[in-house]
Structures are given as C-alpha cells and as structure tokens.
C-alpha cells in the first residue's frame, strides 16, 4: 500500500499525468483531457471550466502487489491550504516540474515543505514533447533551486517532438558515477570505497542506497517524459514501486487516524477522508476525536480500481470515507472511543491555541492574510448565506468565518482573488446564491506592548455578576498562540467555571483593542470567587443567590480587556518575503515601483532583486509584473512574518458587545440597566 502525492505547480500537467497513469494501470480505458473537462480528478464544475484543481481527490490503481492510492493536488499557490491537509497523510509524492517554463515558484515553496516534512520524493519533468523543451538545463535549474541531491534516471531521445522519449539509465558507468556522486554525499563509506576500487562498488549496491536514501528524503530520483504521449511514464511507475517507501501497516496496534478532507454527499450528509495508521476500523465502531467529540461509523469506503467500494473495514495504511461522524472536522485525529489512548484533557489543554499557526493539517504554510466582505445578492438570503458558508468551512477550515450582527455582514479569509471566484461559483452552483464580494483587506495581528492586570469582586461595585475574576496579561513568544494559566489553585472554582473562563478568554482576544486576533500572549487567572449553589427552603434553585457559567462568561471579558488596555497593543501586519527574477533592462524601472509598494529590496546581480514587502501590495505587484517586464519577470513570493504597522494604525470593526465600552456592553448582556 502506497499513499502517494501528486504536487506541482498550476498548469505544470498534475491532472493529465494522473490520467495517464491510471490509463497505463488499466483503470481507465481512455485518457480524459483538462481541456475538455472530462477527468477523473476534476469533478467539481469550475475545475472543468477553469482546467485548474481546487479540492484534493483521491483515486487508486494496482501496480503488481502495490496498491497506490493516487493523490491530485491543487497547484494554484491560492489553494495552498489544500495541499497542505494532504501532506501529513503520505508516504510519498512525485513533484511535476514542466520540460518548458522549468522550476517555477510554487514549485520551490512545496519542494521546500516535501522536504522539511521529509516526505519520500521523485521529480517528473513533464511536456518533454513540447517545443521549447529542455534536458540539460531544466536538471540544472532542479539541482541549484529545489535540491542538489538530485540525479537523471534516464537520457530523453528528441526533446521538443512529439516522438520525444525517455531511455532509462541501467548500469552505465556515466550513470554509476553520477549516483556516487549524489549518494556519497550522505554515506562517506561509499564514497572511500569507490575510490579504493571502484569495481568493488556494484551497481546493485548503488541501487540499493539509492532506494535507501530516496525513502529518506536526502535522494530525488528525477524522471523525463510526456504525460500526454506517454513517453517516461512507465519508467516513472517502476520508480514510484520501487524507490519510493510503502505505508507502514500496525493493523494489530491501537486504531489511529487523520481527517485530511471534509465534503458533503449527495443527501447533505458528512464524508471524512481519513488515513489509517494503525488499526482496522468497522462499521459500527464509535470514535473519539478533536478532544472530546465522539460519532458512530454508519458505513466505510475504501478506493480500490479507480472507485469508492464500500466495505466493512479499513486497515491500517489505506485511505477511507468515513459516514456518520456529524461533528468531524479537517485535522482531527481519530480514536476508538474511550481508548486509553485519548484521554479527556484538562483545561488548558484543549485543542490547539488561538493564533497558533499550527491550527490546521501539518502547519507548515502560513495563514490566510486576506479578508473580504461577501454580500448576497438578495437581502433576504443572508440567512441562507451563513449557512452555505458554514458548509464550505468544514471543508475549508481556513475560509474563517466572521459574522457581524451589527452590520449583517460575513466576511471570510482567503489566500488569494482566485479563491474569491471559486467561492462565488461554489455558492451560485450548489446553493443557488448570488453574491459579490467588497475590497480584499489585510489581516492584521495584535500582540500585548507591556503587562496589564485588572480584577472585579463578587457583591462589589461596579461588578453586576456573581463572579469573581482578576486577569493579567503579559507579551508571550513569538508563535506561542495564547497561553492560559492559574495562580489560584486548581480547585478553588468548579471545573465547569474553570473551563468557562479559558474558553471565554480565548474567545474574546480574537479581538484585541484594534479590532484584530491578538496573539503571542500569555494570560495568568489571578482572582477567582463564586456563591455555591443556593436553594430556597422549598428546594427550588435560586439564580438570584448562586453563580453560573454566565456570570463568568460576561464578567471576563471586561476584566481581560480592561487589562489589556493598560497593557497595550502593537498591530503588526503580514510581510511576504519575495524573489523577483527580471531582464536586466528592466531593473532600472523597477526599484522605484517597489519603493512605492512599500517593498524593502536587496538587488542581487545580474537581475533578481530579493527583499520583503506587505502582503497588502503584493496582488498589485502581481498585476503590473507582466506590463513593467515584458512578461518576462518571476515573482516568488510566500509569507514571512508579521512586522508592526508603519503609519495609522488599521481598525477593524468589532462583531461582539465591545467590553471596551462598559456602558455599553452592560446594555447588551444584563437585562437590567
């Protein structure tokens, strides 16, 4: 069994070279076309249309007594997020480079991910057919900018032609040397031993610590051919069979999992795409999962031959549908319930920290930046709008949800304007909804400037809960999310109020004094006070006389932004790091447009400028490239860190009762006045 990862970047032949390879297998009897809309992989409308992927999709194919289960990414840098839920879930991946426009952007950035993930990886230089195809110097541009521990598995015969082919090594002395050269790098011995004597060092050895080496991640196999052809592939196959690691199977061990995909089917119901890693899950079975949340397996599917076919179990290793778990969400890990495996975590524990950017599949890409307003066409359909959005997020955790009830309006984070379109055409097609969207803004951060505390006291004016609370508030590390801590003891309030009050904390610091999610902070419960429950002589529960969840639940968020006011905050904004390859003629002209975007850049001769600049102006960036570089410049660019904002400090517009105004907030959440 083999999970394996199809990644490149858009357009470099993802979905046709999937295609081809269940066509080689025998899945398909004939090759569908991005082109004409007819794939395995695309099946939503917008992907036909667009001739682009957008959700992952799985499919599977047998080669000799290996399953692989073939995995189709998006290569759009938009739908990032989706290929980063996919990558905790493989053995391996095979990175398409095109034979034409080389290594592009997006194809460093996931070649960076594979490899700090030490995901198994091959390369397939694809379109070896196509005028303008290139052996030599697309090798060179993998080894200088993906990885130097790259070697050729084999000569390409006629680059450009449509007879193009692809001849693989198989024991040449040429072939031998290049292998020790690469391989050598990482095992010395090889290399004294090949200098001793070189017969001594077989090919059979070098093929074996090739294998050795590519299951490790230090080795990149790099294969030639032509997806639409045909050429290379089944050299690429053999490869994939025989360098690249099959799953690792505990089916006697304890059931574990990961929910890498989330979807709806046809009636409304939930689907989990889970990979198995230990264990064999039934039907019927209940599970645990995301720290407490627990359903019942209704029915399972497994891929096999190029379909869903439903059965009883799934094993350790292989990739499944899950129905019947209601309340799944994309990340969770799964369990048998009360397995002791997965204990009830206490407070301060549950879940991953607000502002963490490891929330979501394996952490390694950065968060949504962006956020836009999305306005349904008819008033009366903003009801329907939440709830279509609400269905999308499970899909797309990343897509953030925020509702403003003052202003009737949802907004939504996005990495890119293309997400903006398939939102769109996503709500129009299988919700019947139209909308628009207002301008793309910036997320901004905040983080605590100096230490804040603040406290109210049950029965003690101006407090009109029952409740007690003290809260201070301090800067905490970079990427530390929020921390909640105690400096009361553990037991001095119920376990239920204790909660109550992480929750609400974490809550309310998804806006800070500007408006904005403030993160890398420490949070330290100082005072804590409640009234037992009270009943009069006839037994009945007086509210009046005992405190409850609610009481907590209002009174923190004063105390927490009372605090952080005398803390402070600094908003910071995402800057994105940026590469920019440009004809030399055009470098003059172009400093004095970066300086404009507010880009801070380091020109690095003859033509590439590096620097940074705010993720703000990097879409404009992005549209005037092509007209200021003939269409001939490069752009790389992918998120850094958050820097304090220069200039007015951005405002958000607050969506919840606004603790920062007591007046008004009472207004809001006591009854009385």
Not at 605 to 630: K, M
């Amino acid at each position: 069994m083999l999970n394996l990862g199809i990644l490149a970047h858009v357009d470099a032949g993802k979905t046709s070279l999937t295609e081809r390879l269940l066509h080689a297998a025998g899945v398909i009897d004939e090759m569908g076309s991005v082109d004409d809309g007819n794939t395995q992989t695309d099946s939503l409308a917008l992907e036909r249309r667009r001739g682009i992927t957008i959700k992952s999709a799985v499919v599977s194919f047998a080669v000799g007594d290996t399953t692989v289960n073939l995995i189709d990414t998006p290569g759009h840098p938009d739908f990032i997020a989706e290929v980063e839920r996919v990558l905790g879930v493989l053995d391996g991946a095979v990175l398409v480079v095109s034979a034409v426009e080389g290594v592009q952007a997006q194809t460093r950035v996931l070649m960076r991910t594979l490899r700090r993930l030490r995901i198994p990886t091959l390369v397939f230089v694809n379109k070896i057919d196509r005028s303008g195809a290139r052996y030599e110097g697309v090798l060179r541009e993998i080894a200088a900018k993906l990885s130097p521990a790259v070697v050729a598995m084999g000569a390409v015969t006629g680059p450009g032609t449509r007879t193009a082919g692809f001849t693989p090594f198989d024991g040449q002395a040429a072939f031998a040397a290049d292998l020790v050269d690469v391989l050598a790098a990482q095992e010395e011995s090889l290399l004294a031993a090949y200098v001793d004597d070189e017969d001594a060092v077989t090919y059979p050895r070098l093929r074996d610590e090739l294998v050795a080496q590519t299951g490790q991640a230090l080795a990149h196999p790099v294969f030639f051919g032509s997806a639409i052809t045909g050429a290379g592939v089944e050299a690429l196959i053999a490869g994939i069979v025989e360098l690249l690691p099959a799953a690792m199977n505990d089916r006697e061990g304890p059931v574990s999992g990961t929910v890498f995909k989330v979807e709806r089917g046809p009636a409304g119901e939930k689907v989990a795409y889970a990979r198995m890693f230990g264990g064999t899950l039934r039907a019927r079975d209940r599970l645990s999962f995301g720290g407490g949340r627990e359903g019942k397996i209704t029915a399972i599917s497994v891929f096999d031959g190029g379909t869903a076919v439903r059965r009883q179990e799934v094993p350790a290793g292989r990739i499944a549908r899950l129905w019947g778990l209601a309340d799944v969400r994309i990340g969770d890990a799964i369990r048998l319930a009360g397995h002791p495996g997965d204990p009830i975590r206490p407070a301060g524990q549950s879940g991953d920290p607000i502002g963490s950017q490891t929330r979501h599949g394996v952490g390694e890409f950065a968060p949504p930046t962006l956020e836009t307003v999305v306005v349904p066409g008819r008033p009366g359909d903003r009801g329907t709008l939440h709830l279509a959005l609400a269905q999308l997020a499970e899909q797309d955790p990343l897509i953030n949800l925020r509702q403003d009830d003052l202003r009737q309006e949802i907004s939504v984070s996005l990495y890119g304007e293309v997400q903006k379109e398939v939102i769109q055409a996503t709500l129009a097609t299988d919700y019947g909804l139209d909308v628009t969207f207002r301008e793309t803004t910036t997320i901004c951060v905040e983080r605590p400037s100096g230490t804040g505390a603040a406290f109210e006291l049950i029965s003690v004016a101006p407090n009109p809960f029952l409740a007690t609370v003290g809260l201070r508030v301090e800067p905490g590390p970079v990427g530390g999310g929020v921390e909640f801590r105690l400096e009361v003891e553990l037991g001095s309030l119920p376990y239920a109020f204790m909660r109550t009050i992480e929750e609400t904390v974490r809550e309310t610091l998804r806006q800070g004094l500007h408006g904005w999610e403030v993160l890398d902070c420490v949070v330290t419960l100082t005072h804590s006070g409640y009234y037992a429950r009270q009943s009069h002589a006839n037994g009945v529960f007086d509210k009046s006389m005992s405190s409850t969840a609610g009481d907590f639940r209002n009174l923190v968020p004063l105390v927490l932004m009372t605090a952080l006011r005398r803390a402070g905050t600094t908003v910071y904004e995402p800057l994105h790091r940026f590469r920019l390859e440009l004809p030399p003629d055009t470098l003059g002209p172009m400093l004095p447009v970066l300086a404009r975007l507010g880009a801070i850049p380091r020109t690095r001769p003859p033509s590439v400028v590096e620097g940074e600049i705010p993720a703000a102006r990097v879409h404009e960036l992005e549209q005037r490239l092509p007209g200021l570089t003939r269409g001939e410049g490069v752009l790389e660019c992918d998120f850094d860190r958050y820097e304090p904002v220069r200039g007015p400090l951005p405002e958000r517009p607050r969506t919840d009762h606004n603790p920062l105004d007591r007046k008004e907030y009472l207004l809001h959440v006591v009854r009385r006045v």
